[in-house]
């Protein structure tokens, strides 16, 4: 399977636990890894026989910034069920929603969810 990857998407939204993280918001980052068959759009060099990844972003955007959702599992559960839903020819998606900014009173980088989500998984999420 071929695969289209958007990395560093950066997205400011209010997901979180804690009322604050609703309230203020935080910026999270998203990588998301499409799994699609790109023999057609290799041959036809036209953008209507893949994924625009404009607009790809500008859905997972809205997403993200549309409800407040207290879990980052959930809200990358959101992204992929869209994608999943709008595209057609997407058989896959991974999503790897990270949250820099976190309320862990310790030194890291990064808390990330990691999800991957099938064509045939769409009835169900």
């Known amino acids: 399977m071929d ?5 560093g998407l950066r997205i400011f939204a209010y997901h979180g636990v804690l009322d604050r993280e609703q309230e203020e918001g935080q ?16 041959r ?19 997403v993200m910034t549309g409800c407040k959702y207290r879990l980052i599992e959930r809200a990358a559960q959101e992204v992929a069920s869209r994608l999943l839903k ?3 020819n997407l058989e896959e998606v991974t999503v790897i ?11 890291f980088d990064t808390v ?9 998984d769409i009835d169900h999420v």
């Open 3 to 7: 695969r289209i990857k958007i990395t």
């Open 27 to 42: 910026p999270f980052v998203l990588d998301l890894i499409l799994g699609v068959d790109l023999g057609r759009p290799c």
């Open 44 to 62: 036809t060099d036209r953008v209507e026989d893949t994924i625009n990844y404009a607009e790809a972003c500008q859905m997972v955007q809205e």
């Open 86 to 88: 709008q595209y057609e």
């Open 97 to 107: 929603l990270k949250k820099p900014r976190a309320p862990i009173p310790a030194d």
């Open 112 to 120: 990330a969810v990691e999800i991957t989500r099938r064509r045939e």
